[in-house]
């Protein structure tokens, strides 16, 4: 016996009960990933394939065994060593290589390349280079498959590295925690990068995790193709018959570098010859010809066919045509797909007594009661009535499957988001508050904002995201800052400020009938306004800003909390001083509405730029820049700003309150203006 044959008849001792015909389809799914794979990496030399090329190569089995069991319309959501699952899962290989070649014919248009395959004709989800990033993806698209009563799964890969990251836990918490069908496959493929897992894992027994989360879980031999297939079966059946999530762990190896620019400095060369003589495909194609089960010219039309798909294939992607650099700044956004459905008509149209909060609880309740994709989730929001008191009632009135509170997970739950708003829900998202959304940052900036990007115009991310704001209530330096800028920094994502009653009654509905992902920020001073609410038949539109109050002389920019104080600034300046203040409440801060701040300053010649936030690195200063920019000559003075002081937000009140922005120091800023800036 060679060694192929001891190792091939240990591999699979004994009969399979697996018909011949489904081993060779096996067998030839694997051979397909291999042939495809191993020309990228020549492809790489030639340059045809740039950036990071991370190849599957001695992983196969893993792909091919799990997939067989998936219907058409289940979900798999994978990582940046993607290209078999693409293949398996049913992209064809002509689009994946164009896909790598950064082609327009590619399956996510060329925008994505090597790391971000996806397709949603297959309901393919990526191609996820952040390590453990798909993860909370997997449970949002299993959590609105299950709230739309479909019976299908979602299967979700990723390497054991992701195992050491916080959203793996924070995911699987959530997939138990909530039931939902997915499953879990780790490729444990011993290294992370260069990192062996013993050197980052106490417990190298991926599955076992699993089982602390209360799932079901288990550890197979990933070179076995059957064995990985028949232990995903089993837990593909106890998904669809409701029973949960299920987790497994398959023991596998790559056989070339993390990827092409490692030079392997990590691992010694016997430790790879060892691993290759249990590579997935020659163990199986080696026992079934020796068990009877296959014929040498069976193997050799395998090759010769993948030999064949894999010549098209190329041929397919050198055929492609770039995308002009005219279409540089397509799928940012989605526009065609943005639902205009008025808000729901409230039977009483006449002005009434309200606060804020009752505004944004009202904007809540209409958006559940009306629209039944709407699902309402964040820490506290059901049992608590929401942190500020905002949701107060709505888990009597909609049940806890609609109004949802979660652990204290941030990334995973706004990731979950993210994927029920792929699988066909409008969820709104509550972040307590904007320092906690950091910890959310991920899934916001690198997935929401980027997926429709990366995809190709494919995914867009009907998400709504609710944030408190900002400081004034003592609450000190982790619960009070404005950082709402550096959301409005990202390409890709829209962020509202609602300062008025109305706004923040209605910004809601407009949000959600947008096709993008939105934040909307609200201020906490804001939830205890009293004032007189009119409603809007036709709602509010999100793409101006507002002019709050009429003025000759200068014009004063504020959004959010900051909005009332210039107008108490201006209402002074006027009483005080005779200076008539235009006040511009922004309302949006990404996309801003440069038209309104422009022609306003072409009226008074002068602008105050009012920001919460701290001075450095502003909203404030993006908009000075804009003034300077594009309407410099409309300037009769330098544009001047009035922002929170460089430090965090300190606990006392006298030492918050002079760390704000004051009406005082607004007044005394517009003085200046008002005198040339001197
Ligand atoms: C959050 C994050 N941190 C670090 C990286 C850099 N990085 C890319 S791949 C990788 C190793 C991941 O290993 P593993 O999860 O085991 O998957 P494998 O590459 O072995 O398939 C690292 C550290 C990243 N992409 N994302």
Sequence with gaps: MTNLQQAAAATYPGKLRVSREHLLKLLR???RVRRMEEKCAELYTQEKIRGFLHLYIGEEAVGAGVISNLEPDDAVVATYRE????????TPMDKILAEMFGKQSGCSGGRGGSMHLFDASTRFFGGNAIVGGGLPLAVGLALADKLSGRNRITVCFFGEGAAAEGVFHESLNLAALWQLPVLFVCEN???????????????????LMAEVHGMASEGVDGMNVVDVESAARQAVNAIR????????ECRTYRFRAH???DPQLYRDKSEVERWKKRDP???LAQWMSDNGQMHEDELNTIETDVAAEVAQAIEFAEEGTWEPVEQLTNHVYELSDTDSAPPPSTPNLEPFDSTYREACRLALEEALQHDSRVLFMGE???HYGGCYAVSRGLLDQFGPERVRDTPLSENAFTGAGIGAALG???PIVEIMTVNFSLLAMDQIVNTAAALLHMSGGQFNVPLVIRVATGAGRQLGAQHSHSLENWYAHVPGLKVLAPATLEDARYMLWAALQDANPVLIFEHVRLYNMTGTLHPQPQGVDISRAAIRRAGRDLTLIAYGGAVHKALEAAENLAGQEGIEVEVIDLRILRPLDRPTLIASLARTHRAVVIDEAWKTGSLAGEISAILMEEAFWELDAPVSRVCTEEVPIPYPHHLEEAALPQVEKIMESCRQVMRGGL
Excluded at 85 to 90: E, F, R, V, Y
Excluded at 190 to 207: N, P, R
């Design 380 to 382: 506290d929001v059901g």
């Design 259 to 261: 990827s092409m620019f």
């Design 241 to 248: 018959a409701g029973e949960g999530p299920r987790f497994l």
């Design 189 to 207: 493929n011993l290294y992370a990068m260069g990192t062996a897992l013993g050197l980052s894992q106490h417990q190298t027994d991926v599955h």
């Design 424 to 426: 066909g829900l409008r």
């Design 29 to 31: 799914q694997m051979t």
């Design 83 to 90: 290209h078999g699952h693409a293949l398996l899962h049913g």
């Design 281 to 283: 495909i020659a163990l």
